[in-house]
């Protein structure tokens, strides 16, 4: 199936057969049909059938046979693949292909000499930064101070970027525009009037330093829909980062903490207005389980089979804001917002959580918002957590495809519910000097309720 020549990549990880950890049915449910290869942003790209989900499923399957040897080809292909998902929306044989590439992904990320030149960099991120709150508290402050003393526009102006490592040229390129200071959310919040649920707010790891102010707005909304909010202290990564690069062992604490944090609460719900986010830890149990076939050491295996019922419980109750909000049923709100706007489907809701319309439904409800439809809406915008830094080229290429359908269609402003590809999207459109709002839905629907108008770019 591979067409570049091989170099055979060196193994060095735990023994047993590629594939240990997936039951093997799985790979026998695709027919070959190729229905799913016209939905695959990757294949879309490069026209390659090793590059689509068909020809992903054969070369897992093969690897797993020993029919096909590892290389660095074959691991371009699959590394490659950005985890959206979108293969299984269009799967008319109900392939669960998430379940496919992220364990395989683990077992090799497992297998495969760490800590080599970018992959080693994107590790350290996913293990040592993100989980860490002060660290990243810390960097972040320091990319902060370097904008609003215009040190970042004279690197950009200079082009001192290119004297950076790629990983830390993506970085850089990926930062949001930072506001100064948003302060941190009280631990309860009260509701406004009748009592309706009690919910807990995820406020994850980057979200919480980058995004306060959507968990801010998330609040806000919850409150005005008669909900008490619990933001329990000691919150960290809920492990999507690292997990869906691959990097089980440093994904298994943060999993394992989040379990622990609100499986100790009286909730109706724990909330999360980050899709891909929300999308993992309703995947806990199958990722635990699947973690059971991998992790050799008895204490962690012991860890791991505690956690598992509490697991299900916690996915049981989490919900994307959005889900939440049209099950409880919203209060009509009231600001009007002459805008016309489009929705951007992130793959971890549309494609993983098979959200769509809800977060339509919270847009379409205030009065003067015009919501129209955008080609390829559910093409990945190349953001893909931790893709944008490992794959830039690729991730710039459908940065600029969507940048491409969103102006096409006029917008002033943009909604999509996933921290990674508001930064994506919103920096492409930048790039293009095109002024649009770039927000998740539920800030317009906190400003709606609030009669506040929408901070539109000049
Ligand atoms: S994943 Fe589904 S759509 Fe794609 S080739 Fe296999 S069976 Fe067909
Ligand atoms: S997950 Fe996305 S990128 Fe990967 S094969 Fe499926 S559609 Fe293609």
Known sequence: MTTESPVQTEVVGPSGPLGQSIPYERFLDCVHCGLCTAACPTYLVRGDENDSPRGRIYLMRALVDGRLSLDDSVLRHLDLCLDCRACETACPSGVGYGRLIEPFRVELRERLAAGRGARGLERWLVERLFPNRMLLRGALGLARLAQ????????????????????LRAMRAQLPRFRFFTPRLRERIEPEGEHRATVALLTGCVADVVFRTTHHATVRVLARN????????????????AYHAGFLTASLPAMLQTVELFSGLEIDALVVNVAGCGSTIKDYPHILQEALALVEEPEQRNAIE???????????????????????????????????????????????????????????????????PIEES??????????????????????????????GTGAHAVFTANAGCLIQIGRALRQR??????????????????ELPPPLPQ
Do not use: N
Not at 148 to 167: A, Q
Not at 320 to 346: K, N, T
Not at 381 to 403: F, I, N, V
């Open 148 to 167: 609003v003393t215009g040190l970042d526009w004279l690197i950009g102006t200079l082009r001192l970027d290119r004297m950076m490592p790629s990983v």
């Open 226 to 241: 008669g909900c008490r909010v619990l933001v329990p202290r000691g919150q960290s990564c809920c492990g999507a980062l």
């Open 306 to 372: 505690r956690a598992l019922p509490r697991a299900e419980a916690v996915a049981a109750r989490t919900r994307d804001i959005s889900e939440f909000l049209i099950e409880l049923g919203p209060q009509p709100p009231r600001g009007r917002m002459e805008l016309r706007a489009v929705y951007h489907d992130a793959c971890h809701l549309a494609h993983a959580q098979g959200i769509r319309s809800e977060p339509r439904r919270l847009l379409q409800m205030i009065p003067g918002l015009e919501l129209v």
């Open 378 to 407: 559910e093409v990945c915008c190349g953001a893909a957590g931790t893709y944008a830094l490992s794959e830039p080229e690729m991730s710039e290429e459908l940065a600029q495809r969507k940048a491409e359908r969103i102006m």
């Open 433 to 450: 000097h095109y002024h649009a709002w770039v927000a998740h839905p539920i800030e317009a629907l906190d400003l709606s309720y609030r």
